[in-house]
C-alpha cells in the first residue's frame, strides 16, 4: 500500500513568488492535515479536511495560505506571496475515519520550503 | 500554555542499553490519545505507539513501551536495549477529545543519539 506522498520533496524561492505544495494522501483516507515545522519550532497545525471539505483551518497563519483538496482526493496548499518566515518544512499526514489505532495520522515526507 | 512539554532537547544512550524519553501533556478532556513518533535524519515521521486516555494497561510495541501514568499526565517513552538505528528525533503527540480525526499537538521533540 502506497504511503502518503508530497510534493516537491523540496523548493527554494524568493520571497514574493508563489508556491504550490502537493499532497497524495493514503487511498480511502477521508481526513488529510497539514503541518508545519518552522526552523527550530515545535510541528504546528495547520488545517484539517474532511473529505474536499475544511474540518478546522484554525492553524493557517494568514490569508497568504490556501489550502484545497480537489474532489477529496490530494490536496495543494498554495502560499502567496511567500514570506522570509514562511520557511521550514510542511508536513501532510492523511488518517482513516475508523482505523486499527483510534487517530493514527500516517505523514508523509514533508516539503521543506526556503524562502530567500 | 504548552501543552504538551519534552524537557529533554537531546539524549544520549549507550548501545544495548534503556532509555525513556519524557513527555508530559496538559488537558482537560477525559478523551484523549498520546502518540511517538520517531523522524530519523531522513525526514519521514514514523508511528511508534499509542496510548488511549482509557487504556489500563501500559501499551508496549516490541522494543518500545509507553509509561502512561494518568494522575501525574506523564507518557514518557522506554526504549529496550538501544540500536544504532534508534538515533533520531522523538517526538510526543496528542490528540484531544473524543473525535479520532482530531489534529494532533506535538511536543517540540527529544534528539537520541545512540553512542556504539
Not at chain 1, 508556491?19 to 519550532?41: A, E, F, Q
Not at chain 1, 471539505?53 to 480537489?70: C, H, I, V, Y
Amino acid at each position: 500500500e502506497a504511503g502518503v506522498t508530497q510534493f516537491p520533496s523540496h523548493s527554494v524561492i524568493e520571497k514574493g513568488q508563489t508556491v504550490t505544495l502537493r499532497c497524495d494522501p493514503i487511498s480511502g483516507h477521508d481526513n488529510l492535515y497539514w503541518y508545519r515545522r518552522v526552523m527550530g519550532k515545535e510541528i504546528k497545525f495547520l488545517l484539517h479536511f474532511v473529505k474536499e471539505s475544511k474540518q478546522d483551518e484554525s492553524g493557517m497563519p494568514n490569508n497568504r495560505f490556501l489550502a484545497e483538496r480537489t474532489g477529496g482526493t490530494y490536496s495543494t496548499l498554495k502560499v502567496q506571496p511567500a514570506e522570509l518566515e514562511d520557511s521550514g518544512v510542511y508536513f501532510c499526514a492523511s488518517s482513516e475515519l475508523l482505523g486499527q489505532v483510534p487517530g493514527e495520522q500516517f505523514f508523509g515526507p514533508g516539503t521543506r520550503l526556503t524562502v530567500l | 500554555a504548552q501543552k504538551i512539554t519534552q524537557t529533554q532537547p537531546g539524549m544520549f544512550v549507550q548501545e544495548k542499553e534503556a532509555v525513556t524519553l519524557d513527555c508530559t501533556y496538559d488537558t482537560s478532556d477525559q478523551s484523549y490519545g498520546l502518540f511517538w513518533y520517531k523522524q530519523p535524519s531522513s525526514g519521514e515521521m514514523i508511528f511508534l505507539i499509542y496510548q488511549g486516555s482509557y487504556d489500563e494497561q501500559n501499551a508496549t510495541e516490541g522494543r518500545y513501551s509507553l509509561n502512561f501514568q494518568k494522575a501525574r499526565k506523564s507518557a514518557n517513552l522506554v526504549i529496550s536495549a538501544s540500536q544504532l538505528g534508534d538515533s533520531a528525533m522523538y517526538f510526543c503527540a496528542m490528540r484531544e477529545g473524543g473525535n479520532y480525526g482530531q489534529n494532533f499537538v506535538f511536543g517540540p521533540g527529544t534528539r537520541l543519539s545512540v553512542l556504539p
